[in-house]
């Protein structure tokens, strides 16, 4: 039987208060910590950070925890450029990263201007367009 591995996503808050739950997780034992990626959502009160900032900042205060983006969307972020986010970041974070996609929301979409009528068919093709990234000797890979 395959080992059961255990993750947490991070409640959103103050800075500070994310950092503490990742080095929570991370002294404990878990296997990963995943933070969301969005514009608005929840209570109107609540603040969300900029994913790839959280997520550096977890990777530099945490030594084995795995680091996940819980999940972001190829419609807001470009894909090439998410391509190589996620690759940098594997590097620092010494092959720590997790790459969690998703097809989105309206709630971070409509707000915003942007709009998709087939919002998984992107999803199949930002993925694509990341794997091409990935594999050409021109952008930052993910470790081997």
């Known amino acids: ?14 800075i500070n208060k994310i950092l503490k739950q990742a080095y929570l997780a991370d002294y404990l034992g878990f296997d ?26 977890i990777a530099s205060k945490t030594k084995n925890i795995k680091i996940a983006s819980g999940a972001t969307d190829v419609l807001r972020r470009n894909p090439a450029v998410l391509a190589q986010g996620f690759a940098t970041l594997d590097q620092y974070s010494q092959g720590r990263m997790i790459v969690g996609l998703g097809a989105g929301e309206k ?9 998709m ?17 990935w594999e050409s000797r021109l952008q930052v890979r993910p470790l081997q």
């Open 32 to 57: 990963d910590v995943w933070y969301p990626d969005h514009l608005i959502g929840g209570h109107p009160s609540t603040e969300w950070h900029e994913l790839f900032v959280i997520l550096t900042l």
């Open 117 to 133: 009528d087939e919002p998984v068919k992107a999803l199949e093709l930002g993925l694509s367009e990341i794997r091409t990234c």
């Open 1 to 14: 039987m395959a080992k059961i591995k255990f993750g947490i996503q991070l409640q959103t808050g103050s």
């Open 107 to 115: 709630m971070n979409f409509e707000p915003f201007g942007i709009y």
